[in-house]
């Protein structure tokens, strides 16, 4: 972005810059801590429009203090700095994970699902944007040429503008995805809810989710010509039965928390030695083959349905399917 969009400015500029585009990620730290720790702090004071004002004024006041000899002033730090800081939510906002832009008024996350968590084709369209460059004006400066545009300012454009139509083509693709698997029948019920999620390497393999009146299905989804869709194959869970168990798992604050923060919940009960065990996750995380970072809530109850324990794990410690 500095050398796309303000290839003229000086080097606090630039350092404001990184630090509004890489802050926010800061709330990572908390998995540290814990998966209640984790899952109060990723994505949501960072990452909401309180935390983008946040972030936004302490990167202007990092910038100015950086160049204090001869300080840039706050209107001319503060566009180049607010833009990278609100590329970083966009960013995110494509992704699957979601992101608390109200928090906290509400811890409600939105995501697109265009692109996964990491994604290697934007990593490496921004490194041959940096690095090509880079090497062409090696080889000029050898033969005694000089660049007639700023250094490296048409690569990082050029960049920018092949990740925008990445991200337009990503969102046509799930968009196709999602429309595939709504008019489809699953166990002989038809889709209540259905969204795919992005696939880590493949543009043309989406991840879908279907929800019917009992059931949560699993279902690979690929677009582009000569593909067939068959939603035969898809894996389907049932939902657990009303019981008394289930009701009182529900009703805790961490079940309530956790439902209304992630996509697609299912709940797995289980009995155990003296009670029962639910376990709530989401489906998104099924359907993208993913555990790390991921959440899921446990509750214990007694004979009596009386709530023993209750809290937040990582996904990986789970046993119920």
């Not at 503060?78 to 906290?104: I, K, M, N, T, Y």
């Not at 050898?142 to 990503?170: H, M, Q």
């Not at 989406?206 to 690979?220: A, F, P, R």
């Not at 049932?238 to 008394?244: I, L, N, R, W």
Request: proline content about 6%.
């Amino acid at each position: 972005m500095a050398r796309g969009f303000f290839p003229r400015r000086r080097w606090p500029t630039v350092f404001g810059i990184v630090c509004a585009g890489t802050l926010a990620d800061v709330d990572l730290l908390s998995a540290f801590f814990g998966p209640a720790a984790y899952f109060a702090a990723r994505r949501t004071f960072t990452h909401s429009l309180v935390g983008f004002i946040v972030i936004v004024v302490l990167s202007v006041l990092i910038a100015r203090y950086s160049g204090k000899r001869q300080p840039e002033s706050f209107s001319a730090l503060l566009f180049p700095v607010a833009a990278a800081a609100a590329v970083h939510l966009l960013l995110d906002l494509s992704q699957s994970e979601g992101v608390a832009v109200l928090w906290p008024i509400s811890s409600v996350r939105l995501a697109v699902n265009w692109v996964p968590a990491i994604d290697p084709w934007i990593m490496a369209i921004f490194v041959t944007g940096i690095c090509v460059p880079e090497l062409f004006h090696l080889i000029t400066s050898e033969i005694g040429v000089k660049d007639k545009t700023p250094r490296g300012r048409n690569g990082s454009l050029i960049a920018f503008a092949v990740i925008v139509a990445y991200l337009g083509a990503r969102g046509f693709l799930h968009s196709s995805s999602a429309t595939l698997l709504d008019p489809h029948s699953y166990g002989s019920e038809s889709a209540r809810r259905v969204d795919a999620f992005p696939d880590a390497l493949s543009l043309l393999t989406w991840h879908g989710v279907v929800e019917t009146q009992s059931l949560l299905c699993l279902v690979d989804v690929p677009v582009g010509p000569g593909k067939n869709f068959d939603p035969e194959i898809a894996d389907c869970l049932h939902k657990p039965e009303v019981s008394p168990e289930l009701d009182a798992a529900q009703k805790t604050d961490v079940a309530r928390e956790y439902v209304r923060a992630l996509p697609f919940p299912r709940a797995a009960v289980a009995k155990t030695s003296d009670g029962y065990e639910v376990v709530i996750r989401s489906m998104r995380d099924a359907a993208e083959h993913e555990t790390r970072h991921r959440l899921a809530a446990r509750i214990l109850l007694d004979q009596r349905y009386g709530i023993t324990s209750e809290e937040l794990v990582w996904l990986s410690e789970v046993r119920l399917r």
